[in-house]
Each structure stands twice: as C-alpha cells, then as structure tokens.
C-alpha cells in the first residue's frame, strides 16, 4: 500500500498521488529507517559503526545495544509513535539511545543541549512528549536537573532518562545504562523484530526542529522511507563505501549531522567518529585517532585549532573532503584538504558541491540539489511568480524528502507554502551556469535571521524578549561580521525614559531568567536615541548592519594604529 495506514492528527502527508509517482521511480519504497540499519548490521558486523577516542563499537554490537535500548524503552510503557525529547551533547550514548528509539518506534524530537525552557516547554508542550533523554554532567548547565524540574511544567512527560551517568540516578532520573541492563539481548531482539515488523514506511520517523527563522522552532516531521531516500542519495551523491569515516562536532541532533554524516555512514557500513566534547582538544584528539575522510567542521574550530597548533598537514591527508556553507576557498587553504559548498534546510532540501565540481563551481556556488526529483523555482518574494533568467529570487521547492507542512502548526503552514504545495525557503538566490551546468548562488535571505556560525537566530524573537526588560523601550538585532562565526548578534536599543545605560550583562541575566538558549544572546549593544528609517519611512536594518560594520572597521584601525 502506497501511503500512510495511520495518519497522525497534527501531521501533513505527502498526497497519495504524489507518492504513487515516487513509488513507481523507486524513490521511496517500502523499506523503514529499522529496515535499512538491520540491513547494514547484518553485512558489516565485525567493521567499526561508532568510534570515540579510545574506543570502538562494531556494527554487531551497535545492533544489540540500540535493540537493548529499544526493548527498555518499550518497558517504561512508551508505545510506537509516542515523543521523546532529545536534548544532549555528542556522545556514543546520545547515538545508540536515538536508534533505540528508532527501533521502537518512537519519535525523537532533536533539540538542542542549548536549549532552555522557553523552547522546550513549547515545543514539548506542542508535541506532547512523553520522555526526555538529557546528558548528564558535573559541570556546566545540569540538563537532568533542568528536565526534572521541566517535568513540573510538561504533564506529558512521564519519564527523565540520563545519557553518561552510569548506574547512577541522578537528581532521580533513570539511568540509560540501568535500562540496558534490564534486558537480556535475546529478548531484547524479539521485542524488537515484533515492533519492527508493525513499522509503516510512510510514518513519522523523526520530528526535526526548524531554524527558528519566525519565532520558536517549528516542528518538521521526516518520515522513515522518505528519510532512508535522502541519507542513501547522500551517500550515492557522494559515491560513499564502507571505508568512509564521517565526523562533525557539531550538534548531532541538527539535521545536517544526521541527515548528511551519521545515518549515510550507517547504510554503507561507515564509521561515524564522535568527539565526546566540544573542548578543541578533544575534537583534534578525534581527529588525529580516526582520520576521518568526511567531515562538517566550523571555520571557527578550525582557527582555533591552527592557534593551538592542533592540526597540521596530514590531519586530512586522506580526507574525501570537508563541507562548509561557504568560502570553500578560503577552508581548503586551512585544511589543506579538499572543501565543498553546502546549502541545505531541515525541511528537507539539500545542495552540495563535490569533486566531480569545477573549482569555479565549488568556489562560487552552493551547488546543486543531491536529488533529481527535487522541483526548485525562483520566484518573487511573498509572490507564486517566477523570476525572469539571472534575476535574484526567493527559492521555492518540493520534492520527496521536503515537508508539506509543519506538525500541529497551520497559521505557519499558510504562510510557508504555496498553493500547489511548494516550500518557502525565505532565501535569496540565482542560478548560474558553470560548464553548462546549473548551479544555484546564496544571494541572502528575505526571513530575518541571523546565522551565527551555524545557528539560525530569529532576531524579531529576541527583539520581542528584550523589550520586556524595564530599561529597554525598543530594540533591533541584526548581524555584525564577525571573522570565525560569519555573523554575530548586535541589538540596537532605545532605552525607557529615565535610563543612561544597559550593559551586556544585564540583557543577558534578563533572557536567561526567561529561560532563552545562550546561543541567542546578543553579543553587542548599541544605545541610540532612535532607528535610522529607510525611504519607505520605516525602520531600517540595512542602515543598523552598515553602521555597526562601519564602527567595527574604525574600532580595528585604532587598535591597529595602538599595536
């Protein structure tokens, strides 16, 4: 049968008619995400599935840890198609506890560690989760205690599980290694094969989170075989084999980790390399001890690397290549390795540049999308009207792993599709023609966002939270070029009546008691008596990005003239 058998209320499929036409091209089939790792499993057993620095977990294992995993968590009473809310940092325990979840058919919902309860009380709110798997730690923020204490706010939630604790249970969470004890691995594979066999390809795999580009993240659901479709075309695009070693620091749980390094490596029996910590250290310890030969590392993690003298020439000798959003160029030269353009959403849509690619190409476009069935048009902003040939305009797309619409969400899903059903991406671009091929150029984005090394931040949200500090009237974020993270947050304010002066620190306590992830604090203010207004007589951003730029430029030639 061609299409979901047990739609979720909230969830938007794809039309039956749309699917039939990708049944029959073979795009999406009948095989589910558990259907394709067990195949994996089965060929690859005794080659390396994860890695951290001293240590290995084969593929043999991987599959009965995640069944063990998958069986514990059916035995807390969680049932397929129940949520579960990931918020942890990069760990071989945040991977096999995902695919256990996987396995049981649960969804995972993949915040972010940095995250708050601002987020996570509307998204888990929204998705009505019942679990939430947090790392725990000794130092830093205390997720456990943080999701305890969230419990009191989410009713759904029954559950508080605890990656990298031990046998310990911390603050009264269970612990992740408790449960997988609690299981023996022959009954563990039976419950499994018993679950698995229930699955529906056309089903609600994994609920992803948007950028955040039009307030809190929207929910995004993937679904297995749609899922299955977009990580095996990365790794065809590409032309991985089971030699390949991926690996990025960055947050697993963003999609293009997931989507782009850990579930490819995982179908052509690849190793997925992990850095148990974002200290640099470790990330050039990773490096160093499973060479990977794919890789998404930040240019920030790669300067800081250079200054400590932690990479060197042979760090990717071997390496197929990095990827990176841009300035290919200027990566390769860092590395000494090739690098590779990227532009890509979580709503589904990925474009990449590869060695097959001229260096023009690679150098001066985003690439091209990784699927053939994927329909891209540029049209006029808030407008269903193509643009004329080399003009600039908003990319538009639907295709099979692009969703049709946003979970539980549809004021939003008015606004970010087209009649017939087309993706709004709120970005600007071109196509240009390279060696008579059509490549798409990142021109900039009609969404007001700031993307600070990778994280998208919704400037009108965090204009809407910093307004209800007492001592701010009014205030405009907008991005401040910054060398290692591309763009950093600047807020222009305008203070109540009364006030002289806010520092810093006073906004950042503010958004912190209101529970806002610190990735979206601003990181510069700027007092002013008012905002400069364009000639449509309203406020003007354009006009705060160039001031901001201008003043950063003066700010350096001082320092220089001191130095």
């Known amino acids: 049968m061609v299409g979901v058998k047990e739609p979720m209320p909230g969830v938007i499929y794809t039309p039956a008619s749309v699917l039939e036409y990708y049944a029959k091209e073979g795009v999406l089939g009948d095989e589910t995400l558990v259907d394709a790792l067990a195949d994996s499993c089965a060929r690859w057993p005794d080659r390396v599935a994860l890695s951290e620095p001293g240590v290995e977990i084969t593929y043999r294992e991987f599959d009965e840890i995640t069944d063990r995993a998958a069986a514990a968590l059916s035995g807390l009473g969680l049932k397929p198609l129940d949520r579960v809310i990931f918020q942890a940092i990069n760990s071989k325990e945040l991977v096999l506890a995902f695919f256990g979840c996987i396995k049981a058919g649960l969804i995972p919902i993949c915040t972010l560690a940095a995250h708050r309860a601002h987020e996570i009380h509307q998204i888990g709110g929204q998705a009505a989760a019942k679990a939430h798997i947090v790392s725990y730690s000794t130092q830093g923020f205390d997720l456990v205690e943080f999701a305890m204490e969230m419990r009191e706010r989410l009713p759904s939630v029954d559950h508080v599980i605890a990656l990298q604790c031990g046998m310990d249970s911390p ?50 659901p993937r679904f297995h075989n749609e899922y299955v479709y977009t990580t095996q075309q990365i790794a065809r695009f590409f032309g991985f084999k089971e030699d390949v070693v991926s690996f990025t620091p960055n947050p697993m749980m963003h999609n293009m980790p997931m989507a782009c390094f850990i579930v490819p490596a995982l179908m052509v029996g690849g190793e997925v390399a ?35 003298g932690l990479l060197d020439d042979n760090s990717f000798a071997n390496a197929y290549g990095l990827i990176c959003p841009e300035k290919a160029s200027k990566f390769s030269e860092l590395v000494k390795a090739p690098a590779y353009t990227l532009y890509g959403m979580t709503e589904g849509l990925l474009c990449h540049t590869r060695k097959e690619d001229s260096q023009e190409a690679i150098w001066n476009s985003v690439g091209a999308s990784i699927s053939p069935y994927d329909e891209i048009r ?134 912190e008691n209101m529970g806002v992830a610190k990735f979206k604090f601003p990181e510069r203010i700027e007092v002013v008596q008012g905002f400069p207004v364009a000639v449509s007589g309203k406020p003007s951003k354009p006009m705060l990005r160039e001031m901001i730029t201008k003043k950063l430029e003066q700010e350096r030639a001082q320092q220089a003239e001191v130095a």
């Open 171 to 220: 603050h009264g969470a269970i612990s992740f290694d408790a449960l997988l004890q609690s299981v023996d691995a022959r009954t563990a594979k039976a419950k499994v094969a018993e679950i698995r066999a229930k699955l529906d390809p056309y089903q609600v795999c994994i609920f992803q989170l948007s950028g955040g580009t039009s307030g809190t993240p929207k929910i995004i």
């Open 274 to 308: 992990i850095s148990p910590s974002p200290k640099i250290e470790i990330i050039a310890q990773t490096i160093r001890e499973r060479h990977p030969t794919w890789c998404a590392i930040m240019l920030v993690h790669i300067i800081r690397m250079k200054e400590k």
């Open 378 to 511: 540029l049209v006029h902003p808030e407008s269903e009207r193509d643009v004329e040939p080399g003009e600039v305009g908003e990319l538009i797309v639907r295709g099979p792993s692009v969703t049709r619409g946003y979970y539980d969400s549809p004021e939003r899903n008015v606004e970010a599709f087209t009649s017939d059903g087309y993706y709004r991406s709120g970005d600007l671009l071109s196509w240009k023609i390279i060696d008579d091929k059509r490549y798409l150029v990142f021109e900039g984005r009609v969404k007001d966002v700031i993307d600070r090394g990778g994280e998208k931040i919704n400037a009108s949200e965090v204009e809407r939270l910093m307004n209800e500090h007492p001592k701010i009237t009014a205030t405009m974020c907008v991005g401040m070029p910054d060398p290692a993270f591309g763009e950093r947050m600047c807020a222009f304010v305008v203070l109540a009546e009364g006030e002289t002066g806010i520092e810093l620190p006073e906004v950042a306590s503010h958004l």
